[in-house]
Protein backbone atom coordinates (compact mmCIF):
# COMPACT_ATOMS: atom_id res chain seq x y z
CA UNK A 1 0.00 0.00 0.00
CA UNK A 2 1.21 3.52 -0.69
CA UNK A 3 2.15 5.85 2.29
CA UNK A 4 -0.11 8.51 1.02
CA UNK A 5 -2.99 6.81 1.17
CA UNK A 6 -1.67 4.92 4.71
CA UNK A 7 -1.66 8.69 5.79
CA UNK A 8 -5.16 9.40 4.11
CA UNK A 9 -6.40 6.79 5.93
CA UNK A 10 -4.77 7.31 9.24
CA UNK A 11 -5.84 11.00 9.32
CA UNK A 12 -9.48 9.81 8.47
CA UNK A 13 -9.66 7.64 11.33
CA UNK A 14 -8.14 10.26 13.76
CA UNK A 15 -10.98 12.89 12.78
CA UNK A 16 -13.59 10.75 12.63
CA UNK A 17 -14.46 11.87 8.93
CA UNK A 18 -14.54 8.36 7.35
CA UNK A 19 -17.56 6.61 8.88
CA UNK A 20 -16.49 3.00 7.41
CA UNK A 21 -13.89 2.38 9.91
CA UNK A 22 -14.45 1.20 13.38
CA UNK A 23 -12.33 4.39 14.79
CA UNK A 24 -14.80 6.50 13.27
CA UNK A 25 -17.99 5.18 14.74
CA UNK A 26 -17.24 6.02 17.97
CA UNK A 27 -14.55 8.79 17.94
CA UNK A 28 -16.87 11.69 19.10
CA UNK A 29 -18.06 9.79 22.16
CA UNK A 30 -14.27 8.75 23.10
CA UNK A 31 -13.00 12.43 22.54
CA UNK A 32 -16.12 13.78 24.91
CA UNK A 33 -15.51 11.06 27.65
CA UNK A 34 -11.68 12.01 27.57
CA UNK A 35 -12.26 15.56 27.90
CA UNK A 36 -14.97 15.33 30.40
CA UNK A 37 -13.15 12.79 32.75
CA UNK A 38 -11.60 13.75 36.06
CA UNK A 39 -8.49 14.16 36.80
CA UNK A 40 -8.71 11.08 38.99
CA UNK A 41 -8.71 8.04 36.66
CA UNK A 42 -9.51 5.79 39.57
CA UNK A 43 -12.47 7.86 39.94
CA UNK A 44 -13.23 7.05 37.09
CA UNK A 45 -13.23 3.67 37.43
CA UNK A 46 -15.40 3.84 41.00
CA UNK A 47 -18.04 5.72 38.39
CA UNK A 48 -18.10 2.74 35.52
CA UNK A 49 -18.81 0.56 38.98
CA UNK A 50 -21.47 2.23 40.27
CA UNK A 51 -23.38 2.65 36.71
CA UNK A 52 -23.32 -0.93 36.12
CA UNK A 53 -26.84 -1.98 36.25
CA UNK A 54 -26.81 -6.02 37.95
CA UNK A 55 -29.86 -7.76 37.44
CA UNK A 56 -32.32 -8.77 39.85
CA UNK A 57 -34.70 -11.08 39.87
CA UNK A 58 -38.59 -12.45 42.02
CA UNK A 59 -38.89 -14.81 45.14
CA UNK A 60 -39.62 -17.58 42.58
CA UNK A 61 -38.30 -20.76 42.09
CA UNK A 62 -38.58 -23.16 39.49
CA UNK A 63 -36.19 -26.51 40.14
CA UNK A 64 -35.40 -28.71 36.74
CA UNK A 65 -36.39 -32.22 38.84
CA UNK A 66 -40.18 -30.69 38.98
CA UNK A 67 -39.74 -30.60 34.83
CA UNK A 68 -38.32 -33.92 34.54
CA UNK A 69 -34.42 -33.52 35.08
CA UNK A 70 -32.70 -36.93 36.93
CA UNK A 71 -29.18 -36.09 38.34
CA UNK A 72 -27.37 -39.71 37.38
CA UNK A 73 -25.35 -37.71 34.82
CA UNK A 74 -26.75 -40.50 32.09
CA UNK A 75 -30.17 -39.12 31.31
CA UNK A 76 -31.02 -36.32 29.27
CA UNK A 77 -31.98 -33.32 31.04
CA UNK A 78 -32.09 -30.94 28.08
CA UNK A 79 -35.47 -30.59 27.17
CA UNK A 80 -36.47 -30.41 31.66
CA UNK A 81 -33.95 -27.74 31.73
CA UNK A 82 -35.21 -25.77 29.19
CA UNK A 83 -38.54 -26.41 29.94
CA UNK A 84 -38.13 -24.85 33.67
CA UNK A 85 -36.51 -21.27 32.11
CA UNK A 86 -39.24 -21.05 29.21
CA UNK A 87 -41.73 -21.61 32.65
CA UNK A 88 -39.80 -19.26 34.42
CA UNK A 89 -39.60 -16.62 31.93
CA UNK A 90 -43.51 -17.06 31.21
CA UNK A 91 -44.08 -16.61 34.83
CA UNK A 92 -42.16 -13.33 35.14
CA UNK A 93 -38.94 -14.17 36.29
CA UNK A 94 -37.15 -15.92 39.17
CA UNK A 95 -34.86 -18.89 40.02
CA UNK A 96 -34.09 -22.13 38.08
CA UNK A 97 -32.50 -23.86 40.35
CA UNK A 98 -29.90 -26.98 39.51
CA UNK A 99 -29.88 -29.36 42.46
CA UNK A 100 -26.97 -31.65 43.56
CA UNK A 101 -26.01 -34.12 41.34
CA UNK A 102 -24.94 -34.16 37.70
CA UNK A 103 -27.59 -33.07 34.77
CA UNK A 104 -26.34 -34.85 31.63
CA UNK A 105 -27.79 -31.67 28.82
CA UNK A 106 -27.13 -30.16 25.47
CA UNK A 107 -28.08 -26.51 24.50
CA UNK A 108 -29.38 -24.54 26.76
CA UNK A 109 -30.82 -21.41 26.00
CA UNK A 110 -31.48 -18.55 28.78
CA UNK A 111 -33.75 -16.37 28.92
CA UNK A 112 -35.16 -12.37 30.23
CA UNK A 113 -35.41 -12.89 33.90
CA UNK A 114 -34.17 -15.78 34.42
CA UNK A 115 -31.13 -16.66 37.17
CA UNK A 116 -29.77 -20.45 36.64
CA UNK A 117 -28.66 -21.62 39.52
CA UNK A 118 -26.57 -24.39 40.41
CA UNK A 119 -26.24 -25.27 43.48
CA UNK A 120 -22.78 -26.47 45.38
CA UNK A 121 -22.25 -30.12 44.23
CA UNK A 122 -24.52 -29.47 41.19
CA UNK A 123 -22.99 -30.01 37.71
CA UNK A 124 -24.27 -29.63 34.52
CA UNK A 125 -22.42 -31.84 32.04
CA UNK A 126 -22.70 -30.97 28.33
CA UNK A 127 -22.68 -33.61 25.69
CA UNK A 128 -19.75 -33.31 22.81
CA UNK A 129 -21.97 -34.42 20.06
CA UNK A 130 -22.00 -31.33 17.70
CA UNK A 131 -25.52 -32.14 16.15
CA UNK A 132 -27.01 -31.42 19.90
CA UNK A 133 -26.11 -28.07 19.33
CA UNK A 134 -28.21 -27.56 16.12
CA UNK A 135 -30.35 -26.05 14.69
CA UNK A 136 -27.56 -22.57 13.86
CA UNK A 137 -27.79 -19.55 15.60
CA UNK A 138 -26.56 -16.32 15.17
CA UNK A 139 -22.88 -16.04 16.90
CA UNK A 140 -19.82 -14.84 16.59
CA UNK A 141 -16.37 -16.85 16.15
CA UNK A 142 -13.35 -15.23 16.38
CA UNK A 143 -14.94 -12.25 16.19
CA UNK A 144 -16.84 -12.37 12.57
CA UNK A 145 -20.77 -12.92 12.32
CA UNK A 146 -22.15 -16.34 11.42
CA UNK A 147 -24.81 -18.59 11.57
CA UNK A 148 -22.69 -22.04 13.91
CA UNK A 149 -23.44 -24.21 16.41
CA UNK A 150 -25.06 -22.91 19.50
CA UNK A 151 -22.97 -22.26 22.38
CA UNK A 152 -23.02 -24.47 24.94
CA UNK A 153 -25.52 -21.55 27.11
CA UNK A 154 -26.68 -18.70 24.68
CA UNK A 155 -28.92 -16.05 25.10
CA UNK A 156 -29.98 -13.83 22.18
CA UNK A 157 -31.61 -10.13 23.10
CA UNK A 158 -32.30 -11.21 26.57
CA UNK A 159 -32.56 -8.55 29.54
CA UNK A 160 -31.85 -9.41 32.48
CA UNK A 161 -30.30 -13.07 32.85
CA UNK A 162 -27.66 -14.95 35.30
CA UNK A 163 -25.68 -17.51 36.24
CA UNK A 164 -24.73 -18.20 39.86
CA UNK A 165 -24.32 -20.22 42.54
CA UNK A 166 -21.13 -22.68 43.50
CA UNK A 167 -21.91 -25.30 41.39
CA UNK A 168 -20.33 -26.55 37.70
CA UNK A 169 -20.27 -26.30 34.55
CA UNK A 170 -18.54 -29.05 32.85
CA UNK A 171 -18.21 -29.06 28.83
CA UNK A 172 -16.29 -32.28 28.54
CA UNK A 173 -14.41 -31.21 25.43
CA UNK A 174 -10.96 -32.61 27.11
CA UNK A 175 -12.48 -36.30 26.26
CA UNK A 176 -10.86 -35.62 22.42
CA UNK A 177 -14.17 -34.79 21.43
CA UNK A 178 -13.73 -31.14 20.42
CA UNK A 179 -10.51 -30.05 20.73
CA UNK A 180 -9.32 -32.54 17.72
CA UNK A 181 -11.17 -29.57 15.46
CA UNK A 182 -8.45 -27.16 16.16
CA UNK A 183 -6.22 -29.33 13.47
CA UNK A 184 -2.76 -29.91 13.48
CA UNK A 185 -0.46 -28.37 16.29
CA UNK A 186 3.26 -29.28 16.91
CA UNK A 187 3.51 -28.97 20.68
CA UNK A 188 -1.00 -29.82 20.58
CA UNK A 189 -1.89 -31.99 24.05
CA UNK A 190 -5.14 -33.27 21.74
CA UNK A 191 -5.69 -36.04 19.20
CA UNK A 192 -5.65 -35.07 15.28
CA UNK A 193 -7.76 -37.14 13.39
CA UNK A 194 -7.85 -37.01 9.57
CA UNK A 195 -9.89 -35.08 8.11
CA UNK A 196 -10.84 -32.97 10.82
CA UNK A 197 -9.44 -29.19 10.62
CA UNK A 198 -10.85 -25.84 11.37
CA UNK A 199 -8.72 -24.23 8.79
CA UNK A 200 -10.45 -24.10 5.37
CA UNK A 201 -14.01 -23.23 6.99
CA UNK A 202 -12.29 -20.57 9.00
CA UNK A 203 -10.29 -19.66 6.07
CA UNK A 204 -13.56 -19.05 3.85
CA UNK A 205 -15.41 -17.26 7.07
CA UNK A 206 -12.85 -14.96 6.89
CA UNK A 207 -13.50 -14.19 2.95
CA UNK A 208 -16.59 -14.30 3.36
CA UNK A 209 -16.35 -11.13 5.85
CA UNK A 210 -14.13 -9.17 3.56
CA UNK A 211 -16.44 -9.56 0.97
CA UNK A 212 -19.36 -8.76 2.81
CA UNK A 213 -21.31 -11.98 2.83
CA UNK A 214 -24.59 -11.57 4.33
CA UNK A 215 -24.74 -13.07 7.26
CA UNK A 216 -27.60 -14.85 7.17
CA UNK A 217 -25.68 -16.96 4.28
CA UNK A 218 -22.82 -17.80 6.19
CA UNK A 219 -23.60 -21.17 7.39
CA UNK A 220 -20.46 -22.52 9.37
CA UNK A 221 -22.18 -25.60 11.51
CA UNK A 222 -22.34 -29.06 10.24
CA UNK A 223 -18.32 -30.28 8.31
CA UNK A 224 -16.87 -26.78 9.34
CA UNK A 225 -15.05 -28.14 12.22
CA UNK A 226 -15.91 -24.51 14.00
CA UNK A 227 -16.01 -25.12 18.00
CA UNK A 228 -18.87 -23.46 19.71
CA UNK A 229 -17.88 -20.97 22.77
CA UNK A 230 -18.99 -22.20 26.05
CA UNK A 231 -21.53 -19.54 27.37
CA UNK A 232 -22.52 -16.45 25.20
CA UNK A 233 -24.86 -13.71 25.66
CA UNK A 234 -25.19 -12.01 22.36
CA UNK A 235 -26.87 -8.16 22.74
CA UNK A 236 -28.32 -8.62 25.94
CA UNK A 237 -28.36 -6.24 28.81
CA UNK A 238 -28.05 -6.68 32.46
CA UNK A 239 -25.62 -10.04 32.58
CA UNK A 240 -24.06 -11.86 35.88
CA UNK A 241 -22.26 -14.89 36.45
CA UNK A 242 -21.34 -15.09 39.26
CA UNK A 243 -19.58 -17.81 41.67
CA UNK A 244 -19.72 -20.58 38.83
CA UNK A 245 -16.84 -22.82 38.14
CA UNK A 246 -16.52 -23.60 34.20
CA UNK A 247 -14.00 -26.36 32.70
CA UNK A 248 -12.90 -27.92 29.72
CA UNK A 249 -14.78 -25.68 26.93
CA UNK A 250 -14.82 -26.91 23.65
CA UNK A 251 -13.46 -22.67 22.63
CA UNK A 252 -13.58 -19.14 24.46
CA UNK A 253 -15.36 -19.79 27.92
CA UNK A 254 -17.33 -16.73 28.32
CA UNK A 255 -17.87 -13.86 25.41
CA UNK A 256 -20.67 -11.86 26.05
CA UNK A 257 -21.04 -10.17 22.71
CA UNK A 258 -22.39 -6.74 21.84
CA UNK A 259 -23.83 -7.21 25.97
CA UNK A 260 -24.59 -3.59 28.11
CA UNK A 261 -23.95 -3.96 32.06
CA UNK A 262 -21.64 -7.48 32.52
CA UNK A 263 -20.61 -8.50 36.08
CA UNK A 264 -18.49 -11.31 36.26
CA UNK A 265 -18.02 -12.22 40.08
CA UNK A 266 -16.25 -14.74 41.73
CA UNK A 267 -15.87 -17.28 38.61
CA UNK A 268 -13.49 -19.94 38.23
CA UNK A 269 -12.00 -20.56 34.18
CA UNK A 270 -10.36 -23.90 33.98
CA UNK A 271 -9.36 -25.48 30.83
CA UNK A 272 -6.44 -26.07 28.71
CA UNK A 273 -7.98 -26.76 25.17
CA UNK A 274 -7.05 -24.81 22.51
CA UNK A 275 -8.14 -20.98 22.25
CA UNK A 276 -9.85 -21.61 25.93
CA UNK A 277 -9.35 -18.08 26.70
CA UNK A 278 -10.96 -17.49 30.12
CA UNK A 279 -13.28 -14.11 29.62
CA UNK A 280 -13.54 -12.06 26.55
CA UNK A 281 -15.78 -9.47 26.72
CA UNK A 282 -16.44 -8.50 23.18
CA UNK A 283 -17.94 -4.92 22.01
CA UNK A 284 -19.37 -4.72 25.15
CA UNK A 285 -20.18 -1.28 27.16
CA UNK A 286 -19.53 -1.32 31.07
CA UNK A 287 -18.25 -4.82 32.21
CA UNK A 288 -17.10 -5.51 36.19
CA UNK A 289 -15.05 -8.80 35.89
CA UNK A 290 -13.93 -9.12 39.71
CA UNK A 291 -12.66 -11.98 42.15
CA UNK A 292 -11.78 -14.26 39.15
CA UNK A 293 -9.42 -17.16 38.67
CA UNK A 294 -7.84 -17.98 35.92
CA UNK A 295 -6.41 -21.14 34.71
CA UNK A 296 -6.57 -21.31 31.03
CA UNK A 297 -5.09 -22.77 27.49
CA UNK A 298 -5.11 -19.31 26.31
CA UNK A 299 -5.57 -15.51 27.10
CA UNK A 300 -7.03 -15.51 30.52
CA UNK A 301 -9.05 -12.30 30.21
CA UNK A 302 -9.01 -10.87 26.76
CA UNK A 303 -10.97 -7.58 25.64
CA UNK A 304 -12.06 -7.72 21.96
CA UNK A 305 -14.16 -5.37 19.40
CA UNK A 306 -14.79 -7.31 16.06
CA UNK A 307 -11.81 -8.69 13.52
CA UNK A 308 -11.07 -7.02 10.51
CA UNK A 309 -14.07 -6.15 8.12
CA UNK A 310 -16.87 -7.31 10.43
CA UNK A 311 -15.16 -5.61 13.20
CA UNK A 312 -15.15 -2.08 11.24
CA UNK A 313 -19.26 -3.27 9.74
CA UNK A 314 -20.09 -3.18 13.28
CA UNK A 315 -17.93 -0.67 14.36
CA UNK A 316 -18.42 -1.30 18.35
CA UNK A 317 -15.94 -0.85 20.73
CA UNK A 318 -15.45 -2.53 24.32
CA UNK A 319 -15.17 -0.28 26.28
CA UNK A 320 -16.16 0.94 30.22
CA UNK A 321 -14.49 -1.86 31.82
CA UNK A 322 -12.90 -2.72 35.10
CA UNK A 323 -10.59 -5.28 35.87
CA UNK A 324 -10.32 -5.70 39.83
CA UNK A 325 -8.78 -8.73 42.41
CA UNK A 326 -8.29 -10.91 39.98
CA UNK A 327 -5.91 -14.28 39.84
CA UNK A 328 -3.90 -15.80 36.87
CA UNK A 329 -2.49 -18.62 36.41
CA UNK A 330 -1.55 -20.47 33.06
CA UNK A 331 -2.22 -18.59 29.66
CA UNK A 332 -1.27 -17.25 26.90
CA UNK A 333 -1.77 -13.58 29.05
CA UNK A 334 -3.01 -12.00 31.65
CA UNK A 335 -4.68 -9.26 30.75
CA UNK A 336 -4.91 -8.75 26.64
CA UNK A 337 -6.66 -6.29 24.49
CA UNK A 338 -6.94 -8.02 21.55
CA UNK A 339 -6.89 -9.54 18.95
CA UNK A 340 -10.09 -9.18 16.99
CA UNK A 341 -9.95 -5.54 17.84
CA UNK A 342 -11.09 -3.80 14.67
CA UNK A 343 -13.91 -2.00 16.68
CA UNK A 344 -11.71 -0.71 19.06
CA UNK A 345 -11.44 -0.35 23.17
CA UNK A 346 -11.21 2.15 25.28
CA UNK A 347 -11.99 3.48 28.65
CA UNK A 348 -10.19 -0.49 30.64
CA UNK A 349 -9.08 -0.23 34.34
CA UNK A 350 -7.21 -3.11 35.80
CA UNK A 351 -6.29 -3.36 38.92
CA UNK A 352 -4.94 -5.35 42.20
CA UNK A 353 -4.53 -8.33 40.59
CA UNK A 354 -2.09 -11.60 40.67
CA UNK A 355 -0.42 -13.60 38.39
CA UNK A 356 2.34 -16.18 38.35
CA UNK A 357 3.30 -19.05 35.96
CA UNK A 358 5.46 -20.62 34.60
CA UNK A 359 3.53 -20.94 31.60
CA UNK A 360 1.43 -17.37 31.80
CA UNK A 361 3.79 -15.94 28.71
CA UNK A 362 3.05 -12.39 29.26
CA UNK A 363 1.12 -10.40 31.98
CA UNK A 364 0.16 -7.55 30.19
CA UNK A 365 -0.66 -7.67 26.57
CA UNK A 366 -1.96 -5.30 23.15
CA UNK A 367 -1.95 -7.47 20.06
CA UNK A 368 -3.23 -5.73 16.77
CA UNK A 369 -2.08 -5.24 13.46
CA UNK A 370 -2.68 -3.16 9.95
CA UNK A 371 -5.31 -5.53 9.37
CA UNK A 372 -7.30 -5.58 12.58
CA UNK A 373 -6.33 -1.52 12.98
CA UNK A 374 -8.48 0.07 15.77
CA UNK A 375 -8.52 2.48 18.42
CA UNK A 376 -6.62 1.14 21.90
CA UNK A 377 -6.96 3.77 24.21
CA UNK A 378 -6.98 5.67 27.70
CA UNK A 379 -6.09 2.29 29.62
CA UNK A 380 -5.20 2.14 33.03
CA UNK A 381 -3.57 -0.90 34.83
CA UNK A 382 -2.43 -0.87 38.49
CA UNK A 383 -1.07 -2.57 41.71
CA UNK A 384 -0.14 -5.79 39.63
CA UNK A 385 1.67 -8.41 41.51
CA UNK A 386 3.56 -10.75 39.71
CA UNK A 387 5.15 -13.84 40.29
CA UNK A 388 7.06 -15.77 37.73
CA UNK A 389 5.91 -14.60 34.40
CA UNK A 390 7.72 -15.12 30.35
CA UNK A 391 7.15 -11.55 29.17
CA UNK A 392 5.81 -8.48 31.54
CA UNK A 393 4.64 -5.87 29.11
CA UNK A 394 4.04 -6.79 25.05
CA UNK A 395 1.91 -4.11 22.45
CA UNK A 396 2.63 -5.50 19.37
CA UNK A 397 2.02 -4.68 15.65
CA UNK A 398 2.40 -7.37 14.16
CA UNK A 399 0.25 -10.00 15.44
CA UNK A 400 -0.62 -12.89 12.94
CA UNK A 401 -0.96 -11.52 9.97
CA UNK A 402 1.76 -8.82 10.77
CA UNK A 403 1.96 -5.73 8.36
CA UNK A 404 -0.59 -6.54 5.93
CA UNK A 405 -3.06 -4.37 5.81
CA UNK A 406 -4.61 -1.17 5.27
CA UNK A 407 -5.74 0.19 8.49
CA UNK A 408 -2.83 0.96 10.91
CA UNK A 409 -3.94 0.76 14.94
CA UNK A 410 -3.70 3.79 17.39
CA UNK A 411 -2.27 2.59 20.22
CA UNK A 412 -2.06 5.80 22.85
CA UNK A 413 -2.78 7.14 26.42
CA UNK A 414 -1.15 3.83 28.44
CA UNK A 415 -0.57 4.44 31.91
CA UNK A 416 0.89 1.48 34.14
CA UNK A 417 1.50 1.90 37.87
CA UNK A 418 2.74 -0.48 40.44
CA UNK A 419 3.39 -3.61 38.74
CA UNK A 420 5.96 -6.02 40.14
CA UNK A 421 7.30 -8.46 38.93
CA UNK A 422 9.41 -11.69 40.74
CA UNK A 423 10.88 -12.97 37.95
CA UNK A 424 10.68 -12.42 33.85
CA UNK A 425 11.65 -15.50 31.76
CA UNK A 426 12.33 -13.13 28.77
CA UNK A 427 11.73 -9.33 28.62
CA UNK A 428 10.10 -6.88 31.15
CA UNK A 429 9.17 -4.65 28.00
CA UNK A 430 8.37 -5.26 24.19
CA UNK A 431 6.53 -2.87 22.75
CA UNK A 432 6.88 -2.40 18.76
CA UNK A 433 4.63 -0.03 16.88
CA UNK A 434 5.40 1.20 13.02
CA UNK A 435 7.76 3.78 12.19
CA UNK A 436 5.08 5.67 10.38
CA UNK A 437 2.50 4.52 12.94
CA UNK A 438 4.19 4.81 16.55
CA UNK A 439 2.43 3.76 19.69
CA UNK A 440 1.97 6.95 21.82
CA UNK A 441 1.83 8.20 25.08
CA UNK A 442 3.02 4.78 27.10
CA UNK A 443 3.76 5.65 30.77
CA UNK A 444 5.35 3.19 33.47
CA UNK A 445 5.83 4.29 37.08
CA UNK A 446 6.55 2.87 40.14
CA UNK A 447 7.33 -0.83 38.91
CA UNK A 448 10.11 -3.09 39.56
CA UNK A 449 10.73 -6.38 37.49
CA UNK A 450 13.31 -8.35 38.90
CA UNK A 451 14.89 -11.51 37.31
CA UNK A 452 15.02 -10.68 33.91
CA UNK A 453 16.44 -12.63 31.48
CA UNK A 454 16.56 -10.64 28.07
CA UNK A 455 16.98 -6.77 27.11
CA UNK A 456 13.82 -4.98 26.06
CA UNK A 457 12.68 -3.95 22.27
CA UNK A 458 11.28 -0.59 22.57
CA UNK A 459 10.42 0.65 18.90
CA UNK A 460 8.67 3.24 17.56
CA UNK A 461 7.27 4.63 20.84
CA UNK A 462 6.40 8.27 21.30
CA UNK A 463 6.11 10.03 24.59
CA UNK A 464 7.80 7.04 26.40
CA UNK A 465 8.11 7.43 29.77
CA UNK A 466 9.18 6.05 32.80
CA UNK A 467 9.56 6.73 36.53
CA UNK A 468 10.82 4.65 39.76
CA UNK A 469 11.28 1.97 37.44
CA UNK A 470 13.72 -0.40 38.19
CA UNK A 471 14.94 -3.62 36.43
CA UNK A 472 17.14 -6.34 37.99
CA UNK A 473 17.71 -4.22 40.92
CA UNK A 474 19.39 -1.08 38.97
CA UNK A 475 17.10 2.17 38.21
CA UNK A 476 16.14 2.71 34.47
CA UNK A 477 14.77 5.21 32.42
CA UNK A 478 13.34 5.77 29.18
CA UNK A 479 16.85 6.90 27.29
CA UNK A 480 18.66 3.61 28.59
CA UNK A 481 15.56 1.18 27.49
CA UNK A 482 15.67 2.76 24.49
CA UNK A 483 19.34 2.70 23.84
CA UNK A 484 19.35 -1.24 24.82
CA UNK A 485 16.75 -1.95 21.98
Not at 271 to 290: A, K, M, Q
Request: charged share 20%; proline share 4%.
Amino acid sequence: MNENRRYILKALASSSILSGLAACSYQKDAVELLASKSSNDWQQAQNIRDAILVPTFPDATFNVKDYGAINNGIFDCTLAINNAIKACNKAGGGKVVVPAGTYKTAAIHLLSNVNLHIEAQATLSFSTQPKDYLPEVFTRWEGVELMGYSPLIYAYQQENIAITGKGTLEGNANDQTWWPWKGPKNDAHWDVIEGIDQKPARTKLLADAEANVAVADRHYSEGSFLRPPFVQPYECKQVLIEDITIKNSPFWLLNPVLCDHVTVKGVSFLSHGPNSDGCDPESCDHVLIEDCTFDTGDDCIAIKSGRNADGRRIATPAKNIVIANCNMRDGHGGVVIGSEISGGVNNVFVEKCTMSSPDLDRAIRIKTNSVRGGIIEHIRIRDIKVGIVKNAIVVNYFYEEGDAGDFDPIVRDIKIQNLHCDKVLDKAFYLQGFSRDPILDFHIENSQFNQVANPAIIKHVNGFTVSKVSVNGQWVNATDLLAQS
